[in-house]
């Protein structure tokens, strides 16, 4: 008899670890921070850069319209979470080669 | 004389008796004048996952209610007591009740862990779930296949080019030696880590998984084992080691305390400089 199991609850029932939020949050901010760089750098190969040379220009741009100023905030969010968590990574992960450099070489047996 | 003996020998066998002891209990409580006990079920619902492959539909959680009075503290005393009085068809696995086995492995309020371990926790309701990401063979039993073929593959066994310096004997460890093996021999591969990863949900069939990968560290560790570059260059898979984004959910769930993460961690610093 052919009876499709069926796959236990996994992401509606687990419950939010601290780790794992952290994790998805990185990869989240770091999606979301791609994206902003993206279409800025869509919009400057339009305007052309002569523009950063004036001052009303960034008047213009940052009050034009309200979403520009709250997507502003939310990018300076995601910048400073994904900053601090990639040198969180950096200390965790690569903490054993600046201070057990000397035991890989031990471990290693060729 | 003889029935003197034979008496005071029955009333010695009555003392001993239940109903002889209720009443010499009775008499101490009278004494102290005992309020009559009220007793107030401490009730507690229980929200467990029920799926079965004799009559298959959708799986469900059907609740039950327990009193926690006449219950033992743990998870797994509240599922017997169920399986028992309530709901003979309550299906799980089970066998040591005390930790190490690792048979009892399910997600209880959204985490992983030991029923024999996890505590009934004070709330008035909690739901008991299969490991996630499994397939279900019946209510909370899962197919572990895959996961022990994980385990099967990374070769835990002890490898060796030249015999044993001593033939005949047991191959020497040094204490330092043998206490790099502590944190991952403990391992009872009760699947609570690798079922918690997401990243395993995503890739069950081509990510090992953090219990395999700890063992593969604890071979990779063990310096009587003489296949060390073999063994990290088997696993050295964009797939098998690398789908670790060190997400750390493996080390919050493990019930026994290890640390996986570390471990793995530790493989691909190995892996870098080897």
């Keep these: 008899m052919n009876i499709l199991r069926p796959l236990s609850p996994h992401l509606p029932i687990y419950k939010p670890q601290l780790t794992s939020t952290f994790s998805i949050s990185h990869r989240i901010s770091g999606a979301f921070l791609a994206t902003i760089v993206f279409f800025f750098y869509l919009l400057c190969l339009k305007i052309g850069l002569i523009c950063f040379t004036y001052e009303n220009f960034y008047q213009s741009f940052f009050y034009s319209s309200k979403l520009i100023l709250i997507s502003v905030e939310i990018t300076a969010l995601a910048l400073s979470y994904h900053l601090y968590n990639g040198v969180r990574h950096l200390l965790t992960d690569f903490s054993g080669f600046f201070f057990r450099k000397k035991k890989i070489e031990m471990t290693v047996q060729n | ?274």
């Design chain 2, 1 to 274: 004389m003889a029935t003197g003996l034979i008496r005071r020998a029955i009333s010695r066998v009555q003392v001993t008796s239940q109903a002889a002891r209720l009443l010499v209990g009775r008499s101490h409580a009278s004494d102290a004048k005992a309020q009559p006990v009220e007793s107030k079920p401490n009730l507690k619902s229980f929200q467990i996952y029920r799926w079965n492959p004799d009559n298959p539909g959708k799986p469900e959680l059907q609740e039950y209610k327990i009193d926690l009075k006449e219950c033992g503290p743990m998870v797994l005393d509240a599922l017997i007591k169920i399986k028992n009085e309530i709901d003979p068809s309550l299906t799980f696995r089970r066998s040591c009740r005390e930790g190490i086995c690792g048979s009892c492995a399910m997600n209880i309020d959204g985490c992983n862990g030991l029923a024999c371990l996890t505590k009934i926790s004070s709330d008035s309701e909690s739901t008991i779930t299969p490991l996630p990401h499994m397939f279900v063979i019946k209510d909370l039993v899962v197919d572990m296949t895959n996961f022990y073929n994980q385990y099967k593959s990374i070769e835990p066994w002890l490898k060796r080019k030249t015999p044993a310096p001593t033939p005949g004997k047991e191959i020497p460890q040094s204490k330092s030696d043998r206490a790099k093996l502590d944190g991952m021999y403990e391992c009872i591969l009760c699947a609570c880590c690798s079922t918690s990863c997401p990243s395993y949900w995503w890739n069950p069939e081509s990510y090992l998984g953090p219990a395999a990968l700890l063992h593969a560290n604890r071979w990779i560790m063990d310096s009587r084992d003489e296949y060390t570059q073999e063994r990290l260059d088997a696993i050295n898979d964009e797939f098998k080691l690398y789908r670790c984004h060190t997400i750390l959910n493996c080390s919050r769930a493990c019930p026994k305390g290890l640390n996986p993460g570390k471990h793995i961690q530790n493989i691909k610093r190995l892996e870098l400089s080897s």
